[in-house]
């Protein structure tokens, strides 16, 4: 792991001031703006990416552990593989923003504020966890993320208006 930290601190340190990166144009479909085909990236948000991607891959590998000694119980499906894909939407969204995913959630919730303490703790079915210890791996939660769901498509909305509807109370209380 250090190894690869050198490699790609080496390669930032590189970056000085702000990194372009461009990419072609999409097919709208229909639409009248694209996503932007340029980006620019500096060294500390670089680094701050890697160190979140980093963070979720050691909690996984920490989470298969625990579901190997069978300390957590029932499904427990890992993110390993794909800490970019929480890290990278993270960066493009805004706190404020809702965010609805499907299992292997646990990147995400760590992405959207969510401790690690409490995410393992709901994954070994403890009270301080995001849902108290009764979701498990496949329902994960934090403030504007909707995540945890084990039914294929279970997230893609119905109607438009799913989208604007929004439940107001805290899923805290």
Known sequence: MKTML????????????????????????????????????????????YRTMQTVRRMELKADQLYKQKIIRGFCHLYDGQEACAAGIEAAINPSDHLITAYRAHGFTFTRGVPIKEILAELTGRKGGVAKGKGGSMHMYAPHFYGGNGIVGAQVTRKPVDCIKVPTTSIHS
Do not use: F, M, W
């Not at 790609?8 to 590189?14: D, E, F, K, Q, T």
């Not at 709208?28 to 500096?42: N, Y």
């Open 6 to 49: 050198a490699i790609i601190s080496n390669a930032l340190c590189r970056i000085t001031g702000k990194n372009a990166v461009s990419g072609s144009r999409c097919d709208l479909h229909g639409l009248e703006a694209g996503p932007p085909v340029r980006a620019e990236l500096t060294r500390e948000q670089g680094l701050q990416y």
